[in-house]
T-cell receptor, first 109, second 113 residues
Framework: AQRVTQPEKLLSVFKGAPVELKCNYS??????LFWYVQYSRQRLQLLLR??SRESIKGFTADLNKGETSFHLKKPFAQEEDSAMYYC???????????FGKGTTLSVSS | EPEVTQTPSHQVTQMGQEVILRCVPI?????FYWYRQILGQKVEFLVS????????KSEIFDDQFSVERPDGSNFTLKIRSTKLEDSAMYFC???????????FGPGTRLLVL
């Protein structure tokens, strides 16, 4: 079964601290993974996808097929990074996204 | 930058009533989607739509749900006879092609009393 697990409901860090938001997936085949972010009172928006291998707003995520993980990392958190972060997996046909439950990141000064 | 829009932003309805949620996808996108998020739970896929046909649907998308593209711009989700458990945030999304980034609308919050 295709599944995305985000084990942390809430992650609280201080400004300038490193951040790692965990995501594990269950999928047979080559997965396509995404991180979406939802800032307060805004829509879900794509942060990054693994095939593009970009760094957006200082965030990176590496697909680790051995550990079936796609953790989101940032070396120095900023207060404006406070938001809800969702890891998502595309189904094989590419016609649906399977979301994790989301992690709220709270960055305080 | 073009965005997906959704109307209304909030809807309150009585159990058993029909509701229609409206979405205007980004104009050159070909794939359209509906998702829902019950309060405190994860975002769940409902249905995807391409070329005037459903291309994928989840087990949540039963006979009480239907989707339609009534004209060249709107994409609608109809719930025929609402139940209390249909109360959720409903998100519309669109993508240029399959397997491309999905762009989400702001959502419609549906409350069934």
């Amino acid at each position: 079964a295709q599944r995305v697990t985000q084990p942390e409901k809430l992650l609280s860090v201080f400004k300038g601290a490193p951040v790692e938001l965990k995501c594990n997936y269950s999928y047979s085949g080559s997965p396509e993974l995404f991180w979406y972010v939802q800032y307060s009172r805004q829509r879900l928006q794509l942060l990054l996808r693994h095939i593009s291998r970009e760094s957006i707003k200082g965030f990176t995520a590496d697909l680790n097929k051995g550990e079936t993980s796609f953790h989101l990392k940032k070396p120095f958190a900023q207060e404006e990074d406070s938001a809800m972060y969702y890891c998502a997996l595309s189904n094989q046909a590419g016609t649906a996204l399977i979301f994790g439950k989301g992690t709220t990141l709270s960055v305080s000064s | 930058e073009p965005e997906v829009t959704q109307t209304p932003s909030h809807q309150v309805t009585q159990m058993g009533q029909e509701v229609i949620l409206r979405c205007v996808p980004i104009s050159n996108h070909l794939y359209f989607y509906w998702y829902r998020q019950i309060l405190g739970q994860k975002v769940e896929f409902l249905v995807s739509f391409y070329n005037n046909e459903i291309s994928e649907k989840s087990e949540i998308f039963d006979d009480q749900f239907s989707v339609e593209r009534p004209d060249g711009s709107n994409f609608t989700l109809k719930i025929r006879s609402t139940k209390l458990e249909d109360s959720a945030m409903y998100f519309c999304a669109s993508s240029p092609r399959v397997k491309e980034t999905q762009y989400f609308g702001p959502g419609t919050r549906l409350l069934v009393l």
